[in-house]
């Protein structure tokens, strides 16, 4: 049985129409509701125009009473930040609040992505912030203050620049230049830590990685630096990372999602 529920898109886009048609033939029971910088209303329309005709023949076929047009769209929700924009880039503003659960944007510096935000999660005491893609951002640390888990993208910079130079070697000159130009607006795993350790955290948590390290020595070389900054309560994601905040209590407990 569906609750009610809400849905914050983060970062990449390319998954939301299927998001979308998952949670509706699962059985949602309203619209989908998407929130977002300014632009996420004509995400949100080309997603719905994309799939508007696979929604007839569905409907067509499973009939109303399984997937009804009407809980089928998706509706965008901008995220305006009260104020004039400042080269600090420390707005903040509510997004949604529903009962003791409160959503807030955070802006962020991913330049030219302008607004860019995270968010932070407030509910009975627990508290998480989800950065989406930003660069060291020190007016982050005030968003993120006493947060019990950040989760923070991240880019090994290092790793990035033997890319890059490979790329160049063999005379893939496009693929060299963004390799080059991905590096100056993403964080790193030591400046992430140090945001964390600032804000007193009490897990940082690495996901969105650049380049995704999947083996245990690439996972070693993307955190290298990460133990010199911050001494333990730190993990990398990887699919099936689950992290539980027990209300009542300050403890992060770190688990599978059982499929």
């Known amino acids: 049985m569906w609750a009610e529920s809400y849905s914050l898109t983060f ?3 390319g998954d939301l129409g299927e998001l979308n048609l998952q949670t509706w033939a699962g059985g949602r029971p309203k619209p989908l509701d998407v929130y977002g910088g300014p632009g996420v209303e ?12 696979d929604q007839g023949y569905r409907t067509a076929h499973h009939t109303e009473k399984i997937v009804p047009a009407a809980t089928w769209p998706m ?25 003791p659960l409160r959503i807030s944007a955070l802006e962020v510096n991913h330049d030219p992505v302008v607004p860019a935000y995270a968010y932070r999660f407030d ?15 020190p007016p982050l640390i005030t968003g993120a203050q006493g ?12 790793m990035v620049e033997v890319l890059e130079k490979s790329l160049a070697s063999a005379g893939n000159d496009r693929a060299a230049a963004i390799m080059h130009d991905v590096q100056d607006y ?13 804000a007193g955290v009490k897990l940082l948590v690495f996901y969105h990685l650049m380049p995704a390290p999947d083996a245990f020595l690439t996972r070693r070389l993307f955190a290298h ?17 689950l992290y539980t905040l027990p209300l009542g209590s300050s403890e992060v407990q770190i688990g599978r999602v059982r499929y």
């Open 147 to 158: 947060a019990d888990v950040l989760v923070s993208e991240a880019i090994a910079r290092p």
């Open 75 to 99: 509706v965008a929700h901008p995220v305006v930040l009260d104020g004039p924009e400042t080269p600090e880039r420390s707005r903040t503003g509510l997004v949604l609040e529903d009962g």
């Open 186 to 198: 993403h964080i790193s795993p030591t400046e992430a830590a140090k945001i964390a350790n600032a």
């Open 42 to 53: 004509q995400v949100v329309d080309g997603f719905n125009q994309a799939y508007r005709q």
């Open 225 to 241: 630096g990460v133990n010199d900054v911050r001494k333990g309560n730190w993990a990398i994601a990887e699919d099936g990372s």
């Open 123 to 137: 509910y009975e005491g627990r508290s998480v912030v989800v950065t989406g893609d930003t660069k060291y951002h």
């Open 11 to 13: 970062i990449h886009i």
